[in-house]
Every structure is written in C-alpha cells, then in structure tokens.
C-alpha cells in the first residue's frame, strides 16, 4: 500500500489481463485463421503454434510476424520484469547485516533462478527463432518449460 496506490495496482492488473487477451485471440487467429491441407498430423506433443504453421497452406510469413511481435513484446517486458525485481531483491539481500540470512535468501532465490532460467530460456529458444530453423529439438525445448519447470 505505501509503494502502489491500488488504483495504479488495479490500472496494472487490467493492462496485463487485456494484453493478453489480445495476445492469445491475436495468436489463435494467427494459427487457426488459415486454411489447412495436406497431412493432419502435428509433428509435436501437443498442439503448438510452429507445428500447426507447417500444416496450413497459404503463405503463413505474415501469421508468422505477428506472432513473432506479439512473442517478443511478451517475453521481453516479462524478463526485463523479473530482471528488476532480481536486482532489487539483490539490493537488499547483500545489505543484510547476518551472513546467516543472506546465505538463505540467496539458497531461496537461486532455486527460483534456475526455475526461471529454465522457463524463460527454452521459451526464447522455441519462440524467438525463425520458423524455418525449427528443428527436432524444439520437442525437447518445449518438454523443459511444459513438464520440468
């Protein structure tokens, strides 16, 4: 209450929701809006934008732009996010004054780190690469951050 007035923290709230709201109608139109021929097997262990791509017809590169923005825009504004909140949480942990303290607050954060790392670097392996590099190992990308994380 003393950092953020709640109508700030409600005005936040709402912006987030409504971004993703169009970023997910944005994205299923990307996907689903084309026409699709040829096989009707995905590629994939679940339905994933990339392998639904491969199947429809038409030129997709445009699909592929507006998902790759929308992707981006994401991924970026939540990393430089957790980034802030790390260094300040950093801030504080090395002004503590007992060795003690600071050793268990850094132990907390850096399962949190990893768990983080984990999701956001198989994330931008999958989603921030050109549709046509796209190889086998997305599989084992998007098994890290839908299971292991």
């Not at 504080?92 to 954060?109: E, G, I, P, Y």
């Not at 850096?110 to 599989?139: C, I, N, R």
């Amino acid at each position: 209450v003393t950092i953020i007035s709640s109508r700030v923290c409600w005005q936040l709230v709402a912006s987030s929701y409504l971004f993703a709201f169009l970023s997910a109608i944005i994205c299923t139109w990307c996907t689903f809006g084309g026409s699709f021929c040829g096989p009707n097997r995905i590629d994939h262990f679940f339905c994933d934008t990339v392998p639904v791509l491969k199947l429809v017809c038409p030129n997709t590169h445009s699909s592929e732009m507006v998902i790759f923005a929308f992707v981006t825009i994401n991924l970026v504004a939540t990393s430089v996010v957790i980034l802030l909140s790390y260094i300040s949480i950093l801030h504080t942990v090395l002004s503590m004054c007992s060795a003690q303290s600071r050793a268990r607050a850094f132990q907390t954060c850096a399962f949190h780190l990893m768990a983080v790392a984990l999701f956001f670097g198989t994330t931008f392996f999958m989603y921030l690469q050109p549709p046509s590099s796209h190889k086998s190992l997305d599989k084992v990308a998007s098994i890290f951050y839908t299971m292991v994380t």
